[in-house]
């Protein structure tokens, strides 16, 4: 205990003057031999191609297998605006702009920037029956187009990969 003829010692001083507490043996030599034994699972990359693959499989029965933007007998109207509405949820359950290169980000934003104009056209008084439901099935397509880059993305990333696409926009 300190007195008055003790000269005061900050406590720094004090806990740094304390021995070193130190095990009896190192744990580690242990550890490393049982972490090196072991397989490692790759968890992150199965967890990711599982999502892009559950992306992808959305997608194919979100398109309905045999129908197509040219057969004779279009889809009904209904019909169309609730597989534009499961492809939006998969779209904003698949996005992940955590990362991605300037590429796919512009392809995205084409897609988007195609989907707003399709929208606006949509909101348009005065249309027709006939061309509604051809805005509605383009609706459909670019949003397709849109989860596919998404799977893709996820495809690639999964892979420890960044998906480099040449740009070519087609609509």
Do not use: C
């Amino acid at each position: 205990m300190a007195d008055a003829t003790t000269p005061a010692r900050p406590l720094g001083d004090a806990l740094r003057a304390l021995p070193l507490e130190a095990p009896d043996a190192s744990a580690w030599p242990a550890l490393a031999a049982r972490l090196a034994a072991k397989p490692r699972p790759r968890r992150g990359r199965l967890f990711a191609f599982a999502a892009a693959a559950a992306v992808l499989l959305a997608i194919v029965m979100l398109r309905g297998g045999g129908s197509t933007p040219d057969s004779p007998q279009p889809a009904p109207l209904a019909e169309l605006q609730a597989q534009s509405a499961q492809l939006e949820r998969v779209l904003a359950a698949a996005r992940d702009d955590s990362a991605g290169n300037a590429s796919a980000l512009v392809m995205a934003l084409q897609l988007e920037d195609r989907l707003h104009a399709l929208d606006a056209e949509l909101a348009a008084p005065g249309l027709d029956d006939a061309r509604r439901l051809a805005l509605w099935r383009q609706r459909v397509e670019v949003l397709q187009s849109a989860a596919g880059l998404e799977s893709s993305r996820r495809y690639y990333a999964a892979q420890g990969e960044a998906l480099e696409p040449t740009l070519v926009a087609t609509y």
